[in-house]
């Protein structure tokens, strides 16, 4: 803190009384303390900042007293010279009394002086001939200030020293003003660099979203953008600040309109730009506005639509929970198919699935999606068969605004938008109606497509994999399903063999069914008769693995006890369900739960020649579950 209010004398009186103190003699010439060559490096580097700001102002005050006999010292917080500028002669002199950078002005080092005594009062002092404590600055005339940072403290001092017969106040005045100087500059430099450190930090922010972000002034110049920005853009980073925005959005005058009522826009369905053409966008555009309210500008962000859709598929669960590791057999026809789908599950080719209802056409198409590049994006699947006519050309192609009475403001995608980038799954592809086909196959042929209702073409990229149960070459012949369409769809066809034709997977499936079902419906596991198993392994399931998972649900809700139950999927099935209601006789032969699935796993050791992890994998159970099982079969 300063001390204001002290008269000359005392304040030399104080100062000469501390020099004795210190222990400094009046015929002392030379500070005590002098750094090394190393540490005055250390000391310049650690107060550049204050170099480089006073410097300027020091280089004007000598450009004002050049010639008048003055040298210009300045000091750090503890009195060290930092630097000397001023005329020859007393520079010479200085040096003389090792007056030089690294040298120490306080009082404990070089007694009363104009520096050291500045630093000790906290305030601006003039020193002249006699007030000085040794005999050898006699001939001076000194005037120092403290400079301060923006809180308070000492960092330096700024000296004219000059010979005694220049005394004059004025002097202590000029150093005083290039004090305060120094000072506000000091204060704006800390500014700008907290300025520049909120852009950074804002900046470093805006990088860090996934969102796009860009602000545009009021005559449509881009004022800054972020790196999401540039990539989805496609330009090189920094390139996009000063261009145009119309080049990017044509229609940034209607969108400036917009805002004013209600004054944002959210999710806006829009065409942007880029350098490699146009793509669709999700569009959010809020105004920058004055004190006054008015409008000068707006903040733009956007995302890729194919990101939307992306959150959207993942949260209304249209996506692929099966992979090839899901499925369940060992059979040569089950293995032939799962290798040749995984061969094929990476080419962009459309599949076609036959089989019949329930051999599980989904779940190869789903795991044909999980095995390949475009696995992190949606998997959208349609029934064909399920959508009424009228509705089913919105459902795949979306509509716009006012398309039809009851649509949603602002449209809705359609599925091959939402499945942009990824697969889309068209069940039932048999049902299609004969209109909706060639729209479908000239989608396909083109890679875009037009909202119900609009005009402007999207361009989709979509895997397709189409189903069905039907035989599509006989509903060619029939006129219901067209030739081009098939040949279009069926460059990779897949056919899923019936449940019939691979008896040795049954035993599998029902283990498995009879676990996952258990778990599912918190129930025990019931017993399974030889006599049913032998019927269940040998009935010919028309509705393959669906209809056996649906039995085996059915069997684990009644406990095993399938009198209660009103009907039956065949007369085999019926016998085989009075056989296992309960009512065997004593000494009849059971095979019950635990044999059967001792049996089972011996059989699946077998297919996997003793591979513990492919059998887990092949029964649906864990490694550490199958470990226990075999412990409590007694199978080494």
């Not at 209809?547 to 069997?555: A, D």
């Amino acid at each position: 803190m300063a001390r204001k209010n002290r008269k000359q004398e005392e304040i030399i009186h104080d100062s000469h009384e501390r020099s004795k103190k210190y222990g400094v003699t009046r015929d002392q010439q030379y500070p005590s303390l002098l750094l090394s060559e190393q540490e005055k490096a250390v000391l310049l580097d650690g107060n550049r900042d204050l170099i480089r700001v006073a410097g300027p102002f020091l280089d004007m005050l000598y450009n004002f007293l050049e010639g008048s006999g003055f040298i210009i010292l300045l000091t750090d917080k503890n009195g060290c010279i930092l630097s000397i500028t001023g005329d020859p002669e007393p520079v010479g002199a200085a040096s003389g009394l090792n007056m030089v950078v690294g040298a120490f002005m306080n009082e404990k080092s070089i007694g009363t002086n104009a520096m050291g005594t500045a630093l000790s009062e906290n305030s601006p002092v003039q020193v002249s001939a006699s007030e000085h404590f040794i005999t050898a600055y006699h001939r001076w005339t000194c005037s120092a200030a403290p400079v301060h940072d923006d809180a308070g403290n000492i960092i330096g001092t700024v000296n004219l020293t000059g010979g005694r017969e220049l005394v004059h106040p004025h002097t202590l005045g000029l150093v005083v003003a290039a004090v305060t100087a120094i000072e506000n500059q000091l204060k704006n430099l800390k500014n700008e660099y907290r300025l520049k450190e909120s852009a950074r930090y804002i900046s470093q922010v805006m990088d860090s979203l996934s969102l796009a972000v860009m602000s545009v002034s009021e005559d449509g110049l881009i004022t800054s953008a972020n790196k999401m920005a540039h990539k989805l853009l496609k330009y090189p980073h920094g390139m996009l600040s000063g261009k145009a925005i119309d080049g990017c959005i044509p229609d940034y005058k209607k969108l400036l309109q917009a805002i004013h009522e209600p004054g944002i826009m959210l999710d806006e369905d829009t065409q942007i730009i880029t350098s490699s053409g146009p793509e669709s966008f999700s569009l959010n555009a809020y105004p920058i506005t004055r004190p006054d309210g008015k409008i000068e500008g707006m903040v733009i962000s956007f995302r890729e639509m194919k990101r939307v859709y992306k959150t959207v598929n993942k949260y209304t669960g249209m996506h692929a929970r099966y992979t090839f590791e899901d499925l369940i057999g060992e059979s040569d026809e089950l293995r032939r198919v799962t290798e040749y789908a995984k061969t094929v599950a990476d080419s962009p080719s459309t599949v076609l699935i036959t089989g019949e209802s329930g051999t599980g056409k989904e779940v190869i198409a789903q795991s044909m999606h999980n095995h390949s590049a475009r696995a992190s994006n949606g998997f959208v699947a349609l029934n064909c068969g399920a959508i009424p006519a009228t509705l089913i050309e919105s459902e795949l192609f979306g509509y716009d605004e006012g398309a039809f009475t009851g649509a949603f403001k602002g449209g809705r995608p359609g599925k091959f938008e939402l499945a942009n980038g990824g697969t889309l799954f068209l069940d039932e592809i048999g049902e299609m109606p004969p209109d909706m086909q060639v729209k479908l196959l000239r989608t396909l042929q083109e890679g875009v497509i037009t909202r119900v209702g609009g005009s402007r073409q999207i361009p989709v990229d979509v895997r397709i994999i189409a189903a069905t149960n039907k035989n599509l070459k006989e509903e060619i012949e029939k006129g219901t399903f067209r030739s081009d369409l098939f040949y279009r769809l069926s460059v990779i066809p897949i056919h899923l063999p019936a449940l019939r034709e691979r008896r040795e997977d049954i035993p599998l499936l029902i283990s498995y069914f009879l676990n996952l079902k258990s778990v599912k419906l918190k129930k025990s596991t019931p017993e399974i008769s030889k006599d049913l198993f032998i019927r269940l392994t040998g009935y010919h399931w028309p509705g393959n693995i669906r209809e056996l998972e649906n039995f085996i649900e059915k069997y684990v809700n009644l406990g095993g006890d399938l009198s209660f139950d009103p009907e039956s999927f065949s007369a085999e099935k019926k016998s085989a369900s009075k056989e296992s209601s309960g009512n065997d006789k004593p000494g009849r032969t059971i095979l019950n739960l635990a044999e059967a699935e001792k049996q089972t796993i011996l059989s699946a050791l077998r297919a996997t020649e003793s591979n513990i992890s492919q059998t887990a994998r092949l029964l649906g159970i864990s490694r550490n579950a199958l470990y226990e099982k075999m412990k409590r079969h007694g199978i080494g």
